[in-house]
C-alpha cells in the first residue's frame, strides 16, 4: 500500500505540488491522471524518496518515506521517464547488477533474473546489450530491474511514453499481471484510454492539487460526461495539456 497526507514541494518560486492526498491499495492499479505540469512526477519522486516534501507525509506500507526511507526503498519498485540502462550490458547483466545492489546473494539474484526473463518474455533480447534496444524492450529490463527485489509497491511515470501500439498492450497486460498477483500499482498518465481501461481508482491532479478521485465510472457519473476526456476536462476547467 502507498498512502500520502499533504503532499507539498515547490521549486523557487513555483509551487509544483500544494497538497496531494492519496491511498493506492494492494491488488489494484492507481492512476494519476493530470495535464502535463500537473504534478504528478513530482508526487511520484517524494514516494520513491528522490525529494523530501517541504510539507505533508507520505507511506510505502508503514515505512515512512523520509523517516525510513532506506526500509520504504526496499519495499518499493520504481520505472522512471528514462529508463537508465547501462548500455553496454545485456538486460540480464542489467538485472543481475540491480539485484547485487539489494544485496542479493548470487544463487538468488541468478535464479530472480530467470524468472523475470521468462515473465516478461525477454528470452529474445536478454543475452543483447542494451544498447539499441527498443523502446518496447528498454521499458521490460527497467521493469525487471525494478521488480527485481521482488517490492509489492510500483510505481511507474508515464510508462508507456514513446512505446508502440503493441509495446503499450503488452504493458497493460504485465501491470494487470501484477494487480492479480497482489502488487500496489501506482502509475501517472495523461494517455486517457490506458487510464480508463487499466485503473480501480483515479486521483486526478490540476496545478498541484488533487481535484477529483473515484473510479473512472464514478467520475464519468459524477461529471455527466460519457467519456473519461470529457470527464477529465470538466475536472480540471481547462483543455490545456491534454495528451
Known sequence: MISAQGLAKSFGGVRAVRAVTLRAEDGAITGLLGPNGAGKSTTLRMLCTVLAPDAGEAWIDAAHTVRDSLEARRRLGMLTHDSGLYPHLTARENILYFAQLHGMGRAARERRADELIEWLEMGGFAGRRAKGYSQGQRIKTALARALVHSPRNVLLDEPTNGL????????????????????????????????????????????????????????????????????????????????
Open 164 to 243: 508502440d501500439v503493441m509495446a503499450v498492450r503488452n504493458l497493460r497486460v504485465l501491470l494487470q499481471r501484477l494487480r492479480a498477483a497482489g502488487h500496489c500499482v501506482l502509475f501517472s498518465s495523461h494517455v486517457m484510454q490506458e487510464v480508463s481501461g487499466l485503473c480501480d481508482v483515479v486521483f486526478v491532479l490540476a496545478r498541484g492539487e488533487v481535484v477529483a478521485q473515484g473510479t473512472p465510472d464514478a467520475l464519468r457519473a459524477a461529471t455527466g460526461c460519457a467519456s473519461l476526456e470529457d470527464a477529465f476536462v470538466k475536472l480540471i476547467g481547462t483543455d490545456e495539456g491534454l495528451g
